[in-house]
């Protein structure tokens, strides 16, 4: 129903910066949230940053401070600035979709590997 495609990973040096792109197409309501969740090694899925249409900000803890999240509706993309990254940011990026109507799950990406070098 709803396709997320992402680009933007690979690898950068530690204090670098890296862009994250995710592009929904198929099905979309007019009301809803995109943003990016993250695997880091074991670990489970958690939050990197979302952003609603009109524009409630949510940032993990771990982020907030050095990710910037922004998104253009009308191409309902999302695109994720990643600035001073750690070894620790070091994971599996999943872009993340959930239309605020009609029948409400979610929606995410294949994941893109993002690897900061140190």
């Known amino acids: 129903q709803v396709q997320l495609v992402e680009s933007g990973g690979g690898l950068v040096q530690a204090g670098g910066t890296v862009r994250l792109s995710c592009v929904a197409s198929?099905?979309?309501?007019?009301?809803?949230?995109m943003g990016w969740y993250r695997q880091v090694a074991e670990e489970e899925r958690e939050l990197v940053a979302t952003?609603?249409?009109?524009?409630?900000?949510n940032y993990g803890h771990s982020v907030s401070g050095r990710f910037i999240i922004t998104r253009d509706a009308g191409a309902n993309t999302v695109t994720l600035e990643m600035d001073s990254l750690k070894s620790e940011d070091t994971g599996l990026y999943y872009c993340?979709?959930?239309?605020?109507?009609?029948?409400?799950?979610?929606?995410w990406g294949p994941g893109t590997q993002v690897t900061v070098l140190s």
């Open positions: 993340y979709y959930r239309p605020l109507g009609g029948g409400i799950r979610d929606y």
């Open positions: 952003l609603g249409e009109s524009g409630g900000l």
């Open positions: 198929g099905s979309i309501f007019n009301r809803n949230v």
